[in-house]
Structures are given as C-alpha cells and as structure tokens.
C-alpha cells in the first residue's frame, strides 16, 4: 500500500500569494490566513479565573487595579456631568481590557481614560480625550491651579489614550452591546412594591456592583434581583420583606437562578468585607453586619445541594478524561507565554508610535506570519463561515495499492558443524595442552 497526497484548489491560491516561500513552509501555506472572533457577552467565573492567571496576574494586585481604575472613573464621570449609562459602558469595557492586557503593560488610569473615551462616544455623551485629562487633572488641585482642556500639556498623553481606544474596542470584540441594569431594577422593584428607600439602597448597590467582575457573567434582572435582596438585608428592616412566591415567579419569567443571585450577592460581600472603603455602601455600615449577611447565605448553599457559589463550574479535561498535569502559577516574573508577539514590560508598549520612530528596542525580529482577525457577533454565521472557508485549506489524501515485483531471495545455507567441537568430551587436556604449547 501506498499514498501520495495532493493539494486541493484552496492551497494553490494561498501559494500564488507566497511564491517566494521555501518549499519547507508547504504546511504553513495550508493554512488560512484569516481568523474570526466571536465576541462573548457573557463571561463564566473559571472562564475569568483562568484569564487572569494566564496573564500573570496576582489576586490582590487584581484588586488594587480594578477598584483603581472604576474608582478614576467614576470621579471623572461626575466631574464630566456623565449619565450612569456612561459609567457602566466604561466600567465593562475596562474589564474586558484588563482580561487581554496584563497589568505591566499600561498604566491603570491609561486604561480607565481610554475605557470612558470610548464609552462616551458609543453612549453618544461626546467628550474629548483633553477634557477627560483635564477633568482628572483638576481634581487632583486647587482651584487656583487648574487648567483648561486646551493647554499643551495634555497633548501627548491625549495621544495615549486615543490608541487605547482601538485596543478597547478589539477587546470587546467591536460588541458595542451593554447591558443597563437600572431600568431593570425599577422594574422589579415596582412589582415587589418595595419602598424607595429600599430601591435608593439598590441603586448604590448596583453602582458598586460594577466595581466587582459580576456585569461580565449575570443579566440585568439577575442583578437587580441580587442588588434588592442585598438591599433589604443590609437595611435590617422586619417590615421590608420580599414576597417569595412573586420574586420566584419573576425569576422563573427572567430566566434567573437563585444560585446566579446568590453568586451576585456573595460577590458585592467580598467587595464590602475586603475592600470596605473602595465603595459606596460599604463606609456606611458595620462590617460585622456584611460578615453576617455572608455566613446567613454561605449556610443557605450549604444545607441546599442544589445551590453553589459559583453558577457555572466545570474543569478542563485532557486525553481520555484525564486530568492535566498541574503546572506552576504565573507570575508577572516568569517568561513570556503569549502567543500574540512579543511583549515588553514598558508600559509605553500600547501607547501609538509614529512610522519613522523605527522599531522597539527589544523586540523579536522573527517573521510573524501576518493574520486578519474578522469580528463577528453571530456565533452561528461564524462557524458557517469556517466550515465554507476549511474546504479550500484541507489536505485530502487518495489510497491505491500498487503491485511491486520483488526478488525470491536463495534458500538459507545449512549451518556447518564446528570442527573444533569435542563431541561432548572433558576439555580440560586441550585447554592444558594449549597452555603448554604457549609457554614454550
């Protein structure tokens, strides 16, 4: 049996584009040279997890930085008059930026003015890049010393963050849906007929539920329910109680869990026992009273086997089902991993450089193959597109069998006895003769 390959009509197109190639790189040029991402609107837990750590990052830097930049943004956003729709645009974009980037390769306010940048512009809340600056820089002055959006020294880093913007956008994967989850709230809260006070404390709940990586995995009704839930807890009111049966004919018409609810409610507790003062809720009342409210819920997963912390909880398998190999964490020391190029740790690196500034110092000079990535939102039509595009860059294989004439070899020869064989005798008399016959 033999088989010779040959190559469909696909490959001799992505050979004309590369007709200066080697004939070591035939596999190369079977490839496609384009590449779809879908974008994800919702994000599961482990999914976050494992971003995270494949960037390096470690938990309480995480922590530092998220609360850093939503905090940045949110004082710049009411320094600018912005609408609460505004921030929330701008806080989920700047989450989604931190899950590509690492931490070393910008700065956190960087980030956060590119994040509000561009949630301005998709919210139709036009601002420039030199009023969102000035705005930040006046806060941090006295009246006497503030300046306007006009002056120079804004200039550079207006440039800065007019680059971050395009990496902001690629990072949603140019998805310019977002989710208001206070129209929802409103809602809810009129069909429990909770009081106002009730619904005040949500709304800041809520606020300070974007301050958490919760808007990238729940939908607005499970976030309104979680913020009222949340709400009549903390306020400690007997009177204030939700109907049971409502709010699980709600859910069940919201297509909410109460193990998503609870995730919601235990990730605004998190926020409120270990970063107390970063929030709006949290300066306001006791911690012994968040601490409680965690334990009364933990206890409610735990005698409900039906409940978990965490709505979706699955582990990667390997080959076969069995488990991989556990591997040592990353930390922002270990060597590079990314497959997207090579990147430095001067945070500079994402900020735009002009054509003759030459290249960076550093950086790999290995040929990387260049690749278009096409956005899409419908996930369905994508793969549609791939299975189309994957029949021009398939290798197909014909079998056929071919009758080779071989030589008879000669019949092999008898075995010769040994002539020095003594037929089964004691040969302790030639040994000795030998000996002898060697000394003379």
Not at 114 to 137: N, P, V
Not at 350 to 369: E, K
Request: net charge positive; with cysteine.
């Amino acid at each position: 049996m033999a088989s010779t390959p040959h190559q469909s009509n696909g490959n001799k197109s992505a050979s004309n584009n590369d007709n200066n190639t080697s004939g070591s790189a035939s596999n190369t040029r079977s490839q496609p040279k384009s590449r779809i991402n879908v974008s994800n609107q919702y994000i599961f837990e482990p999914q976050l997890q494992n971003q995270l750590r494949s960037n390096g990052t470690i938990s309480s830097r995480e922590d530092n930085f998220r609360l850093l930049g939503i905090q940045w943004i949110s004082d710049v956003g009411k320094a600018l008059q912005l609408p609460v729709r505004t921030f929330c645009t701008a806080a989920t974009y700047y989450h989604k930026f931190r899950l590509i980037h690492k931490d070393n390769e910008y700065h956190y306010h960087d980030a956060a003015a590119g994040a509000l940048l561009t949630a301005c512009k998709i919210e139709d809340t036009l601002k420039k890049s030199k009023e969102i600056l000035c705005a930040a820089h006046n806060l941090k002055v006295l009246p006497s010393e503030q300046l306007s959006s006009d002056d120079s020294i804004f200039e550079g880093h207006s440039k800065i963050v007019i680059g971050l913007e395009r990496l902001m956008l690629e990072a949603s994967g140019f998805d310019f849906r977002v989710r208001y989850p206070q129209k929802h709230l409103v809602k809810v809260t009129k069909e429990l007929g909770l009081d106002k006070s009730v619904y005040l404390t949500a709304y800041n709940i809520m606020i300070d539920l974007y301050r958490t990586l919760a808007p990238l995995k729940q939908t607005s009704a499970t976030m309104s329910f979680a913020c009222l839930e949340l709400a009549v807890l903390i306020m400690d009111e007997k009177k204030t109680v939700i109907p049971r049966t409502l709010a699980t004919s709600l859910c069940e018409n919201c297509s909410t869990t109460r193990t998503e609810i609870l995730e919601t409610i235990l990730d605004l507790l998190d926020l409120y026992t270990h970063s107390q003062k970063s929030s709006i809720i949290g300066p306001l009342h006791h911690i012994d009273k968040f601490i409680q409210i965690q334990i009364i819920l933990n206890q409610e997963i735990e005698q409900d086997p039906s409940l978990n912390r965490n709505s979706a909880v699955f582990e990667s398998l390997g080959v076969n089902g069995a488990k991989k190999t556990p591997q040592t964490p990353v930390t922002p020391g270990s060597p590079e991993i990314r497959r997207n190029g090579n990147t430095n740790t001067s945070p500079t690196l994402l900020s735009p450089r002009p054509a003759s500034s030459g290249r960076r110092s550093g950086m790999n000079t290995t040929r990387v193959p260049e690749i278009t990535i096409r956005f899409m939102l419908d996930a369905e039509q994508a793969r549609k597109e791939q299975e189309m595009v994957s029949e021009y860059f398939k290798t197909e294989y014909e079998e056929y069998e071919v009758e080779v004439e071989e030589p008879i070899r000669p019949p092999p020869r008898p075995e010769r006895p040994n002539r020095n064989h003594t037929r089964g005798r004691d040969d302790r008399h030639y040994h000795y003769n030998t000996s002898k016959r060697a000394r003379r």
